[in-house]
């Protein structure tokens, strides 16, 4: 199938054009519409019991999961680029409304939902002032290494929370360790028809995943448990089932909140924020490369917002972009929001004529529907790959998992935030160094050392990131060891400057004293390879000055010349003495 012909870019680097709404089902035609709305359909039948379960990870009434696919999608077809990120409840968000909101209401309750919708709200917010600030990019610094740690502790968090539905055993812990010391200890009580609904359920779901993943699994076993459950009367047999639902289309209006929950509810909404803008970011770049189509992050980022207060009014949480469901709908055959927009359109049905017989839905296959999403957000194959291939980010994964499982959600996340500005930091700080060496017609890098040099009495020294005040000190320094005590060996050191972007102030200040001390030690000091940046940087911090125009190569043979030259130039000046 031809992908759509890309939508000219609207400023993601440039300056905005105006708002150009539905840009994500246009051009709209006859063939590929039809196509998008089947698609929504099929959509539908697959997201309604996964929203449910999504529903029961944040704590939330059944009713409002339903919610999620309504006008959120909506509000994001209308103001978003992405032409295929599904904007829906998401295990992520959910599990991390749960952590924050479980100890400040009861669960379900109106309190509880004001607060989960005021939540959405900030969260709209901050994403919001995230489009105006134009900081789509800040996607891009929560690394996948973390990313991955992080998905994986919440699978593990939501795998645990739902064993007391699954059991039949009450669960009232909060945190997770202590949910499973608490079902530990109940064990004795658990209701075996439900552990063996539950089985059942897990088994089938997990099975048709495996052999016919197209297969709406999660809907026929929602089916059949509703069906079992009325006429086996599951409930007068102390099998807990959901009970009366609420039907019809959501009331719109602003929770009955304090401004003290909103100083309360603050932490929750910016941990959904972060989550949201490098899960939707990530999810939505894959798929726009994919099919070869543009895409415009601030403007997905206004269509998030969007999503999100629409969520915040209809009474429902946080969405978020599923790389699940965004993976389903593009299995299904769509191309554009218009799907999303039929999936919507079917909820509504269901809204209003089809919630009945949701009540006899058995908790316990809820749970095992749960459990089985669970079962997706850990990556174990990519995290062997990681163990493998990089020890350190192994670690970093496994330590987000483990905060996320014994600590908490948001702990995790902030922790996935500073351990992956951490890294970025840490390779600025320590990046690659050495002496370069020729090696037939390459260079070669060995540890700078003293007395280390590329040709005789000459020393190139790489420096494989930006200079700056928190690397200037390691940078002299390498460079005071290579040169050694005099008398030294090395009389020439030319910094390789290929991988040094900019230098700040401080930096500028280090590299002009170290310029000072080398020449009054008889040591020549130069640069070559000085990307453009680098030498408006230069000459705005004088370093031009203080080395010297004449000791800044073009290219490094061109600074090996230039010592050939002065060693001959300096030996025939003390033979003609």
């Keep these: 199938m031809a992908s759509p012909a890309p939508q000219p870019r609207n400023g993601t680097n440039g300056t905005p054009r105006g708002l150009r709404l539905f840009q994500s089902v246009r051009p709209l035609r006859r063939p590929q519409a039809i196509r998008d709305i089947l698609a929504g359909v099929q959509l539908a039948a697959m997201n309604i019991?996964?929203?449910?379960?999504?529903?029961?990870?944040?704590?939330?009434?059944?009713?409002?999961?339903?919610?999620?696919?309504?006008?959120?999608?909506?509000?994001?077809?209308?103001?978003?680029?992405?032409?295929?990120?599904?904007?829906?409840?998401?295990?992520?968000?959910?599990?991390?409304?749960?952590?924050?909101?479980?100890?400040?209401?009861?669960?379900?309750?109106?309190?509880?939902?004001?607060?989960?919708?005021?939540?959405?709200?900030?969260?709209?917010?901050?994403?919001?002032?995230?489009?105006?600030?134009?900081?789509?990019?800040?996607?891009?610094?929560?690394?996948?290494?973390?990313?991955?740690?992080?998905?994986?502790?919440?699978?593990?968090?939501?795998?645990?929370?739902?064993?007391?539905?699954?059991?039949?055993?009450?669960?009232?812990?909060?945190?997770?360790?202590?949910?499973?010391?608490?079902?530990?200890?109940?064990?004795?009580?658990?209701?075996?028809?439900?552990?063996?609904?539950?089985?059942?359920?897990?088994?089938?779901?997990?099975?048709?995943?495996?052999?016919?993943?197209?297969?709406?699994?999660?809907?026929?076993?929602?089916?059949?448990?509703?069906?079992?459950?009325?006429?086996?009367?599951?409930?007068?047999?102390?099998?807990?089932?959901?009970?009366?639902?609420?039907?019809?289309?959501?009331?719109?209006?602003?929770?009955?909140?304090?401004?003290?929950?909103?100083?309360?509810?603050?932490?929750?909404?910016?941990?959904?924020?972060?989550?949201?803008?490098?899960?939707?970011?990530?999810?939505?770049?894959?798929?726009?490369?994919?099919?070869?189509?543009?895409?415009?992050?601030?403007?997905?980022?206004?269509?998030?917002?969007?999503?999100?207060?629409?969520?915040?009014?209809?009474?429902?949480?946080?969405?978020?972009?599923?790389?699940?469901?965004?993976?389903m709908v593009e299995s299904s055959g769509a191309s554009s929001q218009l799907a999303q927009m039929s999936t919507a359109a079917v909820v509504a049905v269901v809204l209003m004529v089809f919630t009945w017989p949701l009540e006899y839905l058995p908790r316990c296959v809820l749970g095992a529907i749960v459990f089985c999403i669970a079962t997706r957000l850990p990556d174990f194959a990519r995290l062997r790959r990681m163990r493998h291939e990089s020890p350190g980010e192994f670690a970093l994964a496994v330590l987000t998992a483990v905060v996320v499982v014994a600590v908490g959600v948001e702990q995790g996340i902030i922790l996935a935030m500073v351990l992956s500005l951490l890294r970025i930091v840490r390779h600025s700080y320590h990046p690659h160094t050495g002496v370069l060496v020729a090696d037939g017609v390459h260079w070669k890098r060995i540890p700078p050392h003293l007395g280390a040099t590329t040709h005789p009495g000459l020393t190139i020294y790489s420096f494989g990131a930006p200079l700056f005040y928190a690397n200037a000190g390691r940078f002299s320094e390498q460079i005071r060891t290579i040169v050694g005590p005099e008398p030294s060996p090395v009389r020439w050191v030319v910094v390789d400057a290929e991988a040094i972007t900019n230098i700040d102030y401080t930096a500028a200040r280090v590299v002009r004293e170290l310029a000072q001390e080398l020449t009054q030690a008889g040591v020549t000091f130069g640069f070559a390879r000085l990307p453009d940046a680098l030498q408006e940087d230069f000459t705005r911090h004088h370093v031009t000055e203080a080395v010297g125009p004449e000791a800044i190569f073009d290219r490094l043979h061109d600074a090996v010349d230039a010592f050939i030259n002065s060693v001959e130039n300096g030996a025939r000046t003390q033979a003609g003495a």
């Design 49 to 327: 019991p996964q929203a449910l379960g999504y529903t029961k990870i944040a704590g939330m009434p059944i009713v409002t999961g339903l919610y999620t696919l309504l006008l959120p999608s909506v509000g994001f077809a209308a103001l978003g680029s992405s032409r295929y990120l599904v904007e829906a409840a998401d295990s992520a968000t959910a599990a991390i409304i749960f952590s924050g909101l479980s100890g400040l209401a009861p669960l379900a309750s109106p309190r509880y939902v004001a607060l989960a919708t005021l939540v959405a709200l900030l969260t709209a917010a901050c994403l919001l002032l995230a489009r105006l600030l134009k900081l789509g990019f800040l996607a891009d610094f929560l690394s996948r290494t973390v990313l991955i740690g992080f998905l994986t502790g919440v699978g593990f968090q939501v795998g645990i929370a739902v064993l007391g539905s699954m059991l039949a055993i009450d669960v009232s812990s909060h945190r997770t360790l202590f949910q499973v010391a608490e079902v530990i200890r109940k064990l004795p009580a658990l209701h075996w028809p439900a552990l063996a609904i539950s089985v059942a359920v897990v088994a089938f779901i997990l099975g048709a995943r495996k052999l016919a993943p197209k297969t709406p699994a999660s809907l026929i076993a929602v089916t059949l448990g509703i069906i079992a459950s009325k006429l086996f009367d599951f409930a007068g047999h102390g099998i807990p089932v959901i009970g009366s639902i609420a039907g019809g289309l959501p009331h719109v209006g602003l929770p009955g909140v304090s401004f003290k929950d909103v100083e309360t509810v603050i932490p929750i909404a910016a941990s959904c924020f972060v989550m949201i803008l490098a899960q939707s970011a990530a999810t939505a770049r894959l798929y726009a490369e994919r099919h070869h189509q543009a895409l415009d992050e601030n403007s997905d980022l206004l269509g998030l917002a969007a999503a999100n207060a629409l969520a915040g009014a209809s009474g429902t949480f946080v969405v978020n972009g599923s790389p699940t469901q965004t993976a």
